[in-house]
Nanobody, 120 residues
Framework: QVQLVESGGGLVQTGGSLRLSCSASGRTFSNYAMTWLRQAPGKEREFVARISRSGGTTYVADSVKGRFTISRDNAKNTVYLQMNSLKPEDTAVYYC?????????????WGQGTQVTVSS
C-alpha cells in the first residue's frame, strides 16, 4: 500500500502561483511513476502532468505547458506541481496518483485531493 497526501492548495488570484506537494508513505516511492490530475466542477477528471520513477522523464498536458512543472524528490518521498500564471480555468481539485507503469491510464493509488481556486 502507498498512502498519498496532497497539500498546498488554496485561493489565488489570476496570474499567481502555487506549489502543490504530494507526500507518500508505505511502499517504495521510487518504484512508482507519479501523476497529477485535476477535476473541475461538472467536468471529467483530466490529466495534468506525469513524472517517471527517477524523475528523468516528464510529460505535461498542453493546457498547462509552459506554466506548470512537475518534479519529485525521492529522498523525501514527495512529488511537486509548481503552478505559475494561474488562470480561472485551472480551478479544480488536484489529485496525485501513483502507477507502476509510466505509460498508463490506470493508477494504483490516489490521494484525497487538494482544492485550487483561481479568482478572476
Amino acid at each position: 500500500q502507498v498512502q498519498l497526501v496532497e497539500s498546498g492548495g488554496g485561493l489565488v488570484q489570476t496570474g499567481g502561483s502555487l506549489r502543490l506537494s504530494c507526500s507518500a508513505s508505505g511502499r517504495t516511492f521510487s518504484n512508482y511513476a507519479m501523476t497529477w490530475l485535476r477535476q473541475a466542477p461538472g467536468k471529467e477528471r483530466e490529466f495534468v502532468a506525469r513524472i517517471s520513477r527517477s524523475g528523468g522523464t516528464t510529460y505535461v498536458a498542453d493546457s498547462v505547458k509552459g506554466r506548470f512543472t512537475i518534479s519529485r524528490d525521492n529522498a523525501k518521498n514527495t512529488v511537486y506541481l509548481q503552478m505559475n500564471s494561474l488562470k480561472p480555468e485551472d480551478t479544480a481539485v488536484y489529485y496525485c496518483a501513483a502507477s507502476a507503469q509510466y505509460v498508463t491510464r490506470e493508477y494504483d493509488y490516489w490521494g484525497q485531493g487538494t482544492q485550487v481556486t483561481v479568482s478572476s
